[in-house]
């Protein structure tokens, strides 16, 4: 039986240091590295998802995360099916940027699905589940806790957000 294929882009958005690079490294490559590397620009990568009788060829963007460059984010953004927002649960200012990060992305994909990750879940976390889901709902977005690290809940965060791909291309 032949696999339809699907090609989509999915960003990952936040500010820097909350671990957009170190998710991708861990989902693509199943490695993590301690060591913090600051994106320049975008880095792209590929992973082919197979979902019942449709592969996913999942096109995901690393985003830098400096605020300064809206412009820059814009342009990566256009043509993406899905977007990652991710914060850090030891620092709550990552949490405060998500409705920014949002509403960048929307402008650009406003039919793109998104979804919010709170990294970093094996440590101490800032940030309650309580301020998570109200922050959620208010945006309404699914969220996942996260961790690069030890690899909890990102094979599953990436499922979920290719299952709302597949579902809008049916």
């Not at 995360?65 to 914060?87: D, I, M, R, T, W």
């Not at 850090?88 to 039919?111: A, G, I, N, Y």
């Not at 589940?129 to 965060?157: H, P, W, Y």
Request: aromatic fraction near 8%; hydrophobic fraction near 40%.
């Amino acid at each position: 039986m032949e696999h339809r294929k699907i090609v989509k882009k999915i960003c990952l958005l936040g500010d820097g240091g909350v671990g957009k690079t170190s998710l991708v490294r861990r989902y693509v490559f199943d490695l993590f590295d301690d060591r913090y590397i600051v994106s320049f620009g975008t880095k792209v990568v590929k992973k082919v998802l197979t979902m019942g009788a449709t592969n996913v060829i999942m096109m995901i963007w690393d985003i830098l995360g400096q605020k300064e460059h809206p412009k820059l984010h814009a342009a990566y953004y256009k043509g993406a099916s899905a977007a990652f927002v991710v914060c850090d649960s030891t620092r709550p200012e990552t949490l405060s940027s998500t409705p920014e990060w949002v509403e960048s992305f929307q402008k650009v994909s406003p039919d793109g699905a998104l979804y919010l990750l709170v990294n970093k879940s094996d440590l101490s976390s800032v940030i309650s589940r309580e301020q998570v889901a109200k922050m959620t709902k208010s945006l309404n977005i699914k969220f996942m806790e996260t961790s690069a690290k030890t690899g909890q809940n990102v094979e599953e965060a990436f499922g979920d957000i290719a299952r709302l791909i597949i579902g809008d291309a049916s």
